[in-house]
């Protein structure tokens, strides 16, 4: 099979099986044949993309994997490896043997060739993150694009702590996905006008536990991994969060930037039941729970991340 980039102008001219989560990265299937696949993918800038090992007793026969930057620049991440493609560069795999990270230091686009079909699968799965999101966004009283922006500030706060690539792309999809468990609380308690009761207050507190447990139910490694954090966003660095009463350095740190952001994007967006507070005034609020509701390191990074 023989793929030239003059390919890539059918996605001008032709329906092509498409998915996207689109504040992450979008993914094409150009061209298949012989037990090969040629996706397209764009991935945002300051977003993580990743390769992941085969489990399986004889790597060596592992498929061949290949990424050709079209345009744009990434930075791979492997152990402590790092490296930058620019345009018109590529990076091959046979097998690929640890978690690769690509981060896209620009807006990028990139042909991904395997040796294997991985599309089916690949687009099931994006798909089910983009369902996810949809569905909380539907069924929750926040205004659209509640989980871009959670993901987005946390990925500044992330990338201002220093977090490795691999913790950076786990929190990329834990905070998309911090409030899906919220799908399977009723609607009415979610957009309740007034103050809930006990018995539903324990409800709605349940929804930590069904979100952990609707990442692990779907196998996804990435989702899979996104889960404890999406489990543990509530939880406060006193202990006086829930659903276990986590404290300090028991807390994933993931989710104790979740934890800020969430709060912060809460007090500033409209409810229902009460007006948005101004940034200042979020921000100052945060501040003065430095240390017992939030933990200090992400409270000192959050405000970095938000200083012009």
């Known amino acids: 099979m023989h793929l030239s980039l003059d390919t890539l102008s059918i996605l001008k001219n032709r329906s092509l099986s498409k998915v996207t989560i689109d504040s992450i990265v979008q993914a094409f299937l150009l061209a298949s044949g012989d037990d090969t696949e040629v996706i397209y993918h764009r991935l945002s800038a300051g977003s993580y ?55 896209g230091d620009t807006e990028s686009t990139f042909l991904y060739i395997c040796s294997k079909p991985v599309f089916h699968h690949y687009r099931c799965a994006l798909e089910e ?14 205004t659209s694009h509640h989980c871009a922006r959670i993901m987005q500030l946390s990925m500044k706060v992330g990338r201002a702590m220093r977090l490795a690539p691999s913790k950076l792309y786990t929190l990329q999809f834990g905070a998309y996905l911090h409030d ?58 006193d202990g006086s969060g829930y659903p276990f009463g986590l404290k300090g ?36 609020e945060i501040q003065s729970l430095r240390g017992t509701l939030y933990h200090p390191a992400v409270v000192d990074a959050f405000v970095k991340s938000l200083a012009p």
């Open 49 to 103: 993309w990743t390769l992941e090992p085969e489990s399986q007793e004889n790597p060596v026969n592992g498929p061949l994997e290949t990424i050709y930057l079209t345009a744009g620049r990434l930075k791979v991440f492997r152990d402590s490896e790092e490296i930058t493609l620019a345009e018109g560069d590529h990076i091959s795999f046979r097998p690929v043997s640890q978690q690769t990270v690509f981060y």
């Open 249 to 284: 350095e028991d807390i994933d740190i993931g989710a104790a930037i979740i934890a800020v952001t969430d709060s912060y994007d809460a007090m500033t967006t409209d409810r229902q039941y009460r007006s948005a507070k101004p940034a200042p005034d979020a921000i100052a």
């Open 129 to 142: 993150v983009n369902h996810l999101a949809l569905t909380i966004e539907q069924k929750d009283g926040y």
């Open 180 to 237: 899906v468990g919220k799908v399977r609380v009723p609607s009415e308690l979610l957009n309740k006008p007034g103050k809930l009761t006990d018995s539903e207050w324990e409800l709605m507190k349940r929804h930590t536990i069904y979100g952990r447990d609707i990442l692990l139910e779907t196998g996804l490694p990435y989702l899979t991994q996104a889960s404890l954090l999406v489990g543990q966003h509530h939880e406060r660095y």
